[in-house]
């Protein structure tokens, strides 16, 4: 456990030196949620009952979805894991004592945490700080909060747990780029990443609500906006970690099914 740890730790505090990709992506991500409210205004302006969240709900998802976008976006990949995939110098990972599933996995975690640690407060920030109806508005009290951390955390297991799948198909087809595309594509939009999930019709927003991507962002922000509370944010957590296990476990046993067939050619 120890050795997971420390890679964590160097990767961590190696994303941490990319300050300038940080203020770049704090300005990309509160122009998109100034964006993505003013687009929401206006329906909202035309009949407010029409629609499942408030209004003050949708914009506090907005801004806390930019705010950790790194932790939740399941488009993000880590290039040079792929690469050691296609080039062959995973060989050189599978000859050290380490699980390689683990090792990637620490790897994934502490590039995407320290990510949202370089950027999420200045974009908390401006939304606290913005005039109504723009205004970013606080959990309603400190157990809201509480269940929203935590939602997250499991959303980050989740979210690299799906990931891992995408890595470990890349065994089989040698090129990412078509799975990488189609899975991210189809995972953003079924995660509410564009939509909220209330917003889709009821019979699809059933189903959707079953499959590993409701477990994934959807959770947290509908929890810190108010959406989802009391038992039924308690329930949420516990479909997370349903499906968080599910998701490991899978991912394991696929990886060490994948791994007995790899081939590595060179010299």
């Known amino acids: 456990m120890s050795t997971y740890f420390s890679l964590l730790k160097m990767r961590f505090l190696n994303s941490l030196q990319y300050r300038a990709a940080a203020l770049a992506g704090i300005a990309t991500q509160f122009g998109f949620g100034f964006m993505f409210i003013s687009q929401y205004l206006a329906f909202y302006r035309v009949n407010p009952l029409a629609f499942p969240m408030g209004i003050d709900q949708v914009v506090s998802y907005i801004w806390v979805q930019q705010a950790f976008l790194t932790l939740y976006m399941t488009w993000f990949f880590e290039g040079d894991i792929f690469s050691a995939i296609v080039s ?6 599978l000859a050290r004592p380490m699980d390689l599933y683990g090792k990637w996995f620490c790897q994934c975690v502490a590039t995407r945490l320290a990510r949202a640690i370089l950027r999420c407060f200045p974009v908390l920030i401006l939304g606290l700080l913005l005039p109504k109806p723009y205004a970013l508005t606080l959990p309603s009290d400190g157990l809201q909060f509480l269940l929203f951390v935590i939602s997250s955390i499991l959303t980050l ?98 990886m060490k099914k994948a791994l007995k067939r790899v081939v590595v050619q060179g010299g």
């Open 88 to 93: 062959g110098q995973v060989a050189y990972d």
């Open 157 to 254: 297991g989740v979210v690299v747990a799906f990931s891992m799948f995408i890595y470990i198909s890349t065994f089989y087809t040698l090129s990412p780029t078509g799975v990488r595309i189609i899975s991210s594509v189809f995972a953003d939009f079924m995660a509410g990443s564009i939509v909220p999930l209330p917003f889709f019709p009821d019979g699809f927003r059933q189903i959707a609500e079953l499959l590993p991507f409701a477990a994934m962002q959807n959770m947290p922000l509908r929890i810190y906006s108010g959406n989802i509370s009391g038992m039924e944010a308690l329930y949420g957590i516990g479909f997370q970690l349903i499906w968080l296990v599910i998701l490991v476990t899978g991912g394991k046993l696929w």
